[in-house]
């Protein structure tokens, strides 16, 4: 079974799929290979509501990768870079299906703004600054990111009416914003006169501090739901917590039993995915209110050979895009980041069995 999920192409990807739906008493998700572009390794990071999925693919060793948009009829498609470039990453996806993501230049390396309709677009950069990267997006096209130069690095937002703005930081020189939802409501992380911190950024109030959890010195936020629930992680001497923000308080959402976890996506049901540290590396996970956080790997068929190491994002209908790799013992130590790890990086999509799916 191990050999079929490494084979990269449709056929056997449903093939999984359908070997996954038979097992459902061992697992609680169907689970399909993504596949990969030529180099064998892929990052999935973001998935809209169609089950949508897009990242980087390819040789990244060699620094030959580009962004891919996967759908369950086409698989997986390089989408390309921009001008005068041969890398590209793409990093989140919105409802209509436009992309944003960083690609290099002829000089330097850009956000990229893609549409199904026009493709590539170069974002460009606030004045002054050498590069930049697009991060998140939502259904109205504004994508956020930072761009950088010999003042520092700032946060953005971006539209293709009104062009590139800064976030402006919490007193330091440094932000980045890493998502934004409908509302406009960005979150990301900025230096402040008392370490980095998590922030939201809205028109009406400009950037606000979202503190730490009692003890910890930095914070750093990733993804925010339409209800303006926030995600990331509270981290210091003892280590780092995933935590959720909503109405003002922090939550510490735990870990699966080591002193590392972090919160990467949260759904419209405040449904969250990250990962967490454990004596056999990092695991992805799944944490709700009403079961806290469990190990990914728990609800998947044993039989399958795969360990999820980071759970990257979840749509509203509970799919979930991981990475992880091929073993034969699942219960062996796996660490992508690890430099002696074998085999190349694989990304999945988790369905849960019997969902009803939307449509775009």
């Known amino acids: 079974m191990r050999r079929s999920i490494a084979n990269l192409n449709l056929s056997t990807a449903l093939a999984v799929l359908l070997m996954a739906a038979s097992h459902a008493a061992a697992g609680s998700y169907n689970v399909v290979d993504l596949g990969a572009l030529p180099g064998g390794s892929t990052t999935g990071r973001a998935i809209n509501l169609a089950g949508d999925i897009v990242g980087s693919s390819g040789a990244p060793q060699s620094g030959i990768s580009r962004a891919f948009f996967w759908s369950s009829r086409q698989g997986v498609r390089s989408l390309g870079v921009l001008a005068g470039g041969d890398y590209s990453d793409a990093f989140a996806i919105n409802h209509p299906g436009q992309v944003t993501g960083s690609s290099n230049t002829a000089n330097g390396v850009h956000a990229f703004f893609w549409s199904p309709v026009s493709g590539f677009r170069d974002v460009g950069t606030l004045a002054g600054d050498a590069s930049s ?95 303006g629930m926030i995600v990331g992680s509270s981290f210091g001497p003892a280590g780092g917590h995933a935590v959720l923000w909503n109405n003002g308080t922090i939550q510490n959402l735990g870990t699966l039993g080591g002193n590392f976890s972090v919160a990467r996506g949260v759904n419209n049901a405040g449904q969250v995915v990250g990962e967490s540290a454990i004596s056999l590396g990092p695991r992805a996970f799944l944490w709700t209110s009403a079961q806290g956080m469990q190990d990914l790997n728990s609800f998947i068929p044993a039989s399958l ?52 799916l939307g449509q775009r």
Do not use: C
């Not at 749509?315 to 091929?326: L, R």
């Open 133 to 227: 990267r697009g991060f998140g997006i939502n259904d109205s096209g504004q994508v956020v990111g930072y761009s950088s130069g010999a003042a520092g690095v700032r946060a953005f937002v971006w539209s293709s009416r009104t062009g590139m703005q800064s976030l402006g930081t919490l007193g330091g020189n440094d932000s980045e914003a890493y998502a934004v939802n409908n509302a406009g409501q960005i979150v990301g992380i900025s230096s402040a006169s008392n370490g980095k911190r998590a922030f939201l950024w809205t028109s009406g109030t400009g950037m606000q501090d979202l503190g730490v959890l009692a003890g910890d010195t930095a914070s750093r936020a990733l993804s925010i739901n339409a209800r």
């Open 305 to 356: 050979g795969i360990v999820l190491t980071a759970a990257l994002s979840i749509n509203d209908n509970g799919q979930i895009v991981a990475i992880g790799a091929t073993v034969a013992d699942p219960a062996h130590a796996v660490d992508l980041d690890d430099p002696h790890h074998p085999g190349p990086t694989h990304a999945f999509l988790l369905t849960p069995a019997g969902a009803t």
